[in-house]
């Protein structure tokens, strides 16, 4: 340690620093927060911040590629073991002593990591920084056991292609893809929107339906509202009339009756009438086959007649002459000594002989064939 001017007194470190105490030779290592009494000459000590410490680093190496990278990041450490820690820095001026150990440890950090990227691809580079930092934790932790640190953790913060043109290049067919997903990605949300605001409308458009269903049902259910009370006023009207129209209706009835006999007794009527018909067509036709009939039989007669006459024309008038003796025959002749049996023919013979001696129209006897 330098020597500097001790004061006496009590010495007290606070909860992040171990106090280092001296006394004529002989070291003792005291915990954070512990306290001390300095004696004059022949007593020193030191303050050791225990609190945690920060490095930044930045180191530019080639690739296995020969493309210039630049990796910059930084690491945590603190002082975990006092003794080595004096061991290693002098701790008079705690801020120097905390400054040079940050700075051996950028050049430790710096020198491994041009290591690593030396072998590494310039992709493996860029993704594999996991891989770096194991490296450089383990090659740090090495070096802090012996100086009595610990290294909390060493973090890389970017990773740098040191050409434009080439960083450009790479980055030309990440773009490229993320410009077409943006592209697909803007497609599939127009897309989507347009469904959303189709779906939209047509949700309106549902609604709006139902509203008019619903304000149609309500305008139905007030017409035959309406219409019910309409019919119940017509209803109660109708009520006043319901005698006359009842008595309108059995007056019709009556009528329609009246109508009804008055057609059956005029539909009987009919019927006899038809019946009379038929039985005077029945004597009509009876009565001309007898006609007929008789006219066959007076022409019958006739003709026979008309050859009785031609007969007795072309014969000798032998009955004339019969009768024309006959009066004189019947004088002779006593009608009442004949012995006839039957009064009726005596009668008649009389009756006969009579009209035989009656004059005629030219002062002779009547006779048959004298007209």
Request: charged share 30%; proline share 2%; net charge neutral.
């Amino acid at each position: 340690m330098k020597e500097r001017k001790i004061k006496r007194g009590l010495v007290t470190a606070s909860p992040s620093e171990f106090l280092v105490h001296q006394r004529l030779g002989r070291t003792r290592f005291l915990e954070r927060g512990r306290a001390a009494w300095v004696l004059p000459l022949i007593d020193r000590y030191a303050l050791i911040p225990s609190e945690a410490n920060s490095v930044s680093f930045c180191a530019d190496q080639i690739t296995a590629e020969n493309q210039g990278v630049e990796v910059s990041g930084f690491a945590i450490w603190s002082v975990v073991d006092p003794k080595r820690a004096v061991e290693a820095a002098d701790f008079t001026d705690a801020a120097e002593a905390i400054n040079r150990i940050g700075g051996h440890l950028r050049q430790v950090v710096e020198s491994a990591i041009r290591h690593q990227v030396a072998n590494f691809t310039l992709e493996d580079s860029l993704r594999k920084r996991a891989v770096i930092i194991e490296s450089l934790k383990a090659e740090l932790d090495d070096v802090a056991s012996q100086w009595g640190l610990a290294i909390a953790t060493v973090e890389i913060k970017t990773v740098r292609i040191m050409s434009a043109q080439l960083f450009e290049n790479m980055q030309a067919k990440f773009r490229d893809a993320v410009r077409l997903e943006s592209e697909r990605s803007a497609m599939t949300t127009k897309e989507l929107i347009d469904r959303e605001r189709a779906e939209v409308r047509e949700e309106a458009a549902r609604r709006e339906l139902a509203w008019r269903e619903a304000e149609a049902a309500r305008a139905a259910e007030l017409r035959r509202a309406e219409i019910e009370r309409d019919a119940e006023i017509e209803k109660l009207r109708g009520v006043r009339n319901v005698d006359v129209e009842l008595a309108k209706l059995g007056n019709q009835c009556r009528l329609i009756e009246g109508r009804e006999s008055t057609r059956r007794e005029a539909m009987k009527a009919e019927t006899a009438l038809i019946d009379l018909d038929t039985q005077l067509e029945r004597l009509r036709f009876a009565l001309d086959e007898t006609r007929a009939a008789n006219r066959n039989q007076i022409a019958t007669t006739e003709d026979a007649m008309e050859r009785r006459r031609i007969e007795v024309a072309n014969t000798k008038d032998g009955a004339r002459l019969f009768l024309e003796n006959l009066p004189g025959l019947l004088a002779g002749v006593s009608i009442s000594s004949l012995n006839l049996g039957d009064p009726m023919i005596v009668d008649a013979l009389r009756r006969l002989a009579r009209s035989i001696a009656r004059p005629g129209p030219n002062g002779g006897l009547y006779a048959p064939g004298n007209e």
